[in-house]
């Protein structure tokens, strides 16, 4: 059996300022990526980048070009070599990343949906009334059921399965700390907040979703080069008409 090269895109977290500054003073050919992507935003995401300050590139109408703009630069180094993946995914808004990885959708494209998909989440929920952390040493089923618990004062859900014994948790402030002092009280090893503006793949982001998904049909899509994990299912996808509905169904529910 002949092995590929599958490509994983961060999501928000993953943001710190200086990101990227490394690849781009050593590859002048990525100066376009960042130019084209300023053009679309309005601002200049270079210096956002590479000198923050921090507390704006924590916002997520702001990390989500961020991101998207520093993994395509990166990705823009593998195709001199000739390296194309047999598969994609993207960790929540690294899916937007892994679209244009595999020819989903243009990059420009790109740019714009993810700007919209930071503003329409940052209006969902008021400032500061959100709060997403990360439980380690507990089960899935153990979280589910803290969450459920800790719902009794307000939204909180299962966010984020990462990987067997670290869950993220997203909703509303009072819910989330409720959550994570049942979660210590269950044994929970740490509980880390994460540096994300808003409560992320809980059902407090329906309303961005369905104000997302008129965007999302404005955009012209294509089947794909290489099959994408989505989120949403944790399922393979190639076909055009199969992507817009994966991107509104991955923003209030976990992934």
Not at 45 to 66: D, H, K, M
Not at 181 to 195: D, F, H, T, V
Not at 232 to 248: G, R, Y
Request: proline fraction near 6%.
């Amino acid at each position: 059996m002949t092995l590929g090269i599958g490509l994983v895109f961060p999501g928000q977290g993953s943001q710190s300022v200086g990101m990227g500054k490394a690849l781009y003073d050593a590859h002048p050919s990525l100066k376009p990526v960042y130019d084209e992507a300023s053009s679309v935003l309005g601002y200049d995401i270079t210096e956002l980048c590479f000198t923050g300050p921090a507390e704006r590139l924590n916002r997520t109408e702001f990390t989500q070009p961020a991101l998207l703009v520093s993994s395509v630069a990166a990705l823009k180094l593998f195709e001199p070599v000739g390296i194309r993946p047999v598969a994609v995914a993207g960790h929540s808004l690294g899916e937007y990343s892994a679209l244009v990885a595999a020819g989903g959708v243009s990059y420009r494209d790109a740019v714009g949906l993810v700007q919209k998909r930071g503003r329409y989440m940052a209006e969902a929920v008021a400032p500061g009334a959100g709060l997403v952390a990360a439980l380690l040493g507990l089960t899935a089923e153990t979280v589910k059921d803290v969450c459920r618990t800790a719902s009794s004062v307000g939204v909180v859900a299962a966010a984020n399965f990462n990987s067997p014994g670290q869950v993220v948790i997203a909703g509303e402030k009072v819910a989330v700390e409720r959550a994570i002092e049942l979660a210590k009280a269950q044994g929970c090893k740490k509980a880390i907040p994460l540096p994300v503006s808003v409560p992320v793949h809980t059902p407090l982001m329906q309303q961005a979703a369905d104000r997302l998904a008129k965007d999302l049909a404005t955009v012209r899509w294509s089947d794909l080069s290489a099959p994408l994990v989505n989120n949403a299912e944790a399922k393979a996808i190639s076909l055009a008409h199969e992507i817009q509905a994966s991107l509104v169904r991955q923003l209030p529910s976990s992934v």
